[in-house]
């Protein structure tokens, strides 16, 4: 689900893949700005996945990645339906928008983070 997501997303970082992932990189401060994508819950069954996503935006400057991370949850919820990875997402939302957060000890890397819970049924796309 999360790397779906990443596809999702990744037109925010110029389509470079190793700028997205679900898992910060060693190197992260030479690939800025980068998106992490994680699910950190929410409930499944047989039809529909309703997962919560963890989306952080790292990026040198706060001018930098907090106007990116609006752009992301802007896109996310005002403009769908979205697909990505044979997965449609019928329903996305905003639980809790775009906020800074502590990274590391450093102030070389600016965070911010927002959570999302979508709804979406796994199917083959045609077109």
């Known amino acids: 689900m999360a790397k779906a997501w990443t596809v999702l997303l990744r037109p925010f970082v110029d389509d470079d893949p190793?700028?997205?992932?679900?898992n910060a990189p060693p190197d992260l401060d030479g690939r800025l700005p980068f998106i992490r994508v994680r699910r950190t819950g929410g409930p499944t069954d047989r039809v529909?996945?309703?997962?919560t996503l963890l989306v952080d935006v790292f990026a040198d400057t706060y001018a930098v990645a907090e106007p990116l991370a609006g752009r992301i949850r802007d896109w996310l919820l005002f403009n769908g339906p979205h697909?990505?990875?044979?997965?449609i997402f019928d329903r996305i939302g905003c639980d809790s928008g775009?906020?800074?957060?502590?990274?590391?000890?450093?102030?070389?890397?600016?965070?911010?983070?927002?959570?999302?819970?979508?709804?979406?049924?796994?199917?083959?796309?045609?077109?």
């Open 18 to 22: 190793g700028r997205i992932g679900t």
């Open 48 to 51: 529909n996945d309703s997962p």
């Open 83 to 87: 697909k990505a990875g044979g997965l």
């Open 98 to 127: 775009p906020q800074e957060l502590p990274w590391s000890d450093t102030a070389t890397v600016r965070r911010f983070g927002a959570t999302y819970t979508c709804v979406f049924r796994a199917q083959r796309l045609t077109s």
